[in-house]
């Protein structure tokens, strides 16, 4: 099964519901819709939920519109998001990298 990493702030809002989209750039597991991917707490990689995946587009985050940031955390600006992204990705990350938007459903938590 397909594993999908996420910091543990971001556990509680995907657990309730808040947060169902999530943005991923250099996609190593050809991520698809119909997919089941276990979710998975990035510090201790312990499991928290299992998800189908619902919806998957391509655009860079410089294109990201209000429907793509709906269901997703928020950030102060975008000088925000991609501080944050970098970090994440240990890379720079620019409005022109690609990422997917990926809307998820969550079947069960673990």
């Given amino acids: 099964m397909k594993r999908l990493k996420f910091a543990k702030n971001l556990i509680p809002d ?10 991923r ?3 190593d597991k050809d991520l698809r819709v119909g997919d089941e991917v276990l979710f998975l707490d990035s510090m201790t990689k312990k499991s928290f939920a299992k998800a189908v995946l619902i919806e998957i587009e391509e655009k860079t ?11 997703h955390e928020k950030f102060k600006n975008d ?9 994440y990705y240990k890379t ?19």
């Avoid at 294109?63 to 269901?71: A, W």
């Avoid at 720079?92 to 673990?110: D, G, H, S, V």
């Fill in 14 to 23: 995907i657990l309730s519901g808040q947060k169902t989209i999530t943005w």
């Fill in 25 to 27: 750039c250099f996609d």
């Fill in 61 to 71: 985050l410089g294109k990201l519109d209000e429907e793509d940031r709906e269901g």
């Fill in 79 to 87: 000088e925000e998001m991609l501080k944050t992204y970098s970090e």
């Fill in 92 to 110: 720079k990350i620019t409005p022109a990298t690609q990422f997917k938007i990926i809307k998820f459903k969550i079947l069960e938590k673990i």
